[in-house]
């Protein structure tokens, strides 16, 4: 049976992270000069039940509902962080609403409804959505948070780390062609060992460590975890991520380059490949490379809970403005947040065509005229035909950009504990092809 490229969306091929509240939404504005009255997005009363109810003795992701809704909305309150600094004018998002979006007609199981009255019904989990075109607020709303805090993004996190490569790779400081262990010896006995960078970046290791079941404590990746500390900890778990890779052995299975494998080790060993290059801590790149130049609102944060080792595969804290902030980088509007150009053509046009549709292909995932996918790269979940560069985050974040388009978007959500929920991006993304598809 085939399935249109939306239903692909809907069943995306990696699963990923957030949270649902009991705030009324929230307009919120772009002008910066327009001071609004604080509201807190939770009663005293609800933070202190929360942390009350969070599991002192097993995996703590695995809570569902207004529970994954208050615990992505506050990793904060619960896990030692790291900054990531701002720095200047605070650029201008000029806010210039297209009423086509948040109108348009979706059909739900509750039938025909308007794309923002599904944002905000209980039919979805949003909590929060923002869209630019040609550099300004197409649509932004706050069902369910306020729009001054910073939700986590799980894996969206991957994506900032295969940047950071990337711009390196350009000043020649990275070869992708070369073995991990020319730029970290400490894993020259390990399973990474003989590993090209590309094929780590391209998530193409040959190796057994796949996110897959997070809730397995025997799994490499749930082992993993418990390095850097987001995973319950036992006893016998390696003292940091950093020597788990260096000893990691006997999870070959194929040869590298052949399918893709999806997993947040890979990430992290890119971070730290990025750290011995730089000679500073990964947060400390992404300060001095990114986000220091886009006029943030806000310093963003990684969740740090072992050792302060940011959790570059998953575990970035930062307002939906702000990596919507990040994503004009990719765009012809690069120029409303930056007065230098961050991400190159050349990058952006590796992105589109320079990816190996096969990696997808081996592991049976449907081709390009089923799905829309044209391949993986450096980080990125999907690069589709349509010019969308897509990366998802687990349980329900997502970031896109479409250079062709010059568009950006950014959302954050949650599961509900029978996953009943409509997912945002199947919805999302069918809109804006819909409305900008012609442009």
Known sequence: MLYSASVWRAIPLLTLLVACDDQPDVPASADESMPTEFRPAYTLERNQQQH?????????????????EWNFRNAHQFFPTVNVYRDGQVSTL???????????????????????????????????????????????????????????????????VGTVVRILEERGKVDVDSPIEHYIP???????????????????????????????????????????????RTDDAEDNPYDFVAKLKGTRIMDQGQQFSYSGLNTFVLAWMVEKITDMSFQDVLSKEIWQHIGAESNASYIAPRYGVAMTHGGFLARLRDVARYGLLFTPSHD?????????????????????????????????????VKHNIYQWDEIYANGDFYKGGWAGQGFMVNPQRDLVAVF??????DESEIRVESVLFDVLDSVYGGN
């Open 52 to 68: 009350r109810r969070f599991p002192k003795d097993d995996i703590w992701w695995t809570a569902y509902g207004e529970d994954q």
């Open 94 to 160: 000029t806010s210039n609403p297209n009423p086509v979006i948040a109108d348009h007609l979706v059909e739900t199981p509750a039938g025909p409804m308007t794309f923002n009255d599904l944002m905000h019904s209980d039919l979805t989990t949003a909590m929060g959505v923002i869209v630019l075109h040609k550099g300004q607020i197409a649509y932004e709303a706050y069902p369910r948070m306020q729009d001054y805090e910073m939700p986590v993004y799980w894996s969206v996190a991957k994506q900032f």
């Open 186 to 232: 400490e894993i020259g006995e390990s399973d990474f060992a003989g590993i090209t960078v590309r094929n780590i970046l391209d998530m193409a290791t040959g190796l057994d460590c796949d996110d897959g079941d997070y809730a397995n404590w025997n799994s490499c990746y749930y082992r993993y975890s418990m390095t850097i500390g987001d995973g319950f």
């Open 336 to 372: 409303v947040v930056s007065d230098r150009k961050i991400i190159s053509d050349e990058h952006i046009e590796l992105l589109w065509s320079g990816g190996r549709p096969e990696l997808m292909t081996n592991t049976g995932a449907p081709g390009v005229e089923v799905s829309g």
């Open 412 to 417: 954050v959500s949650y599961k509900k504990i």
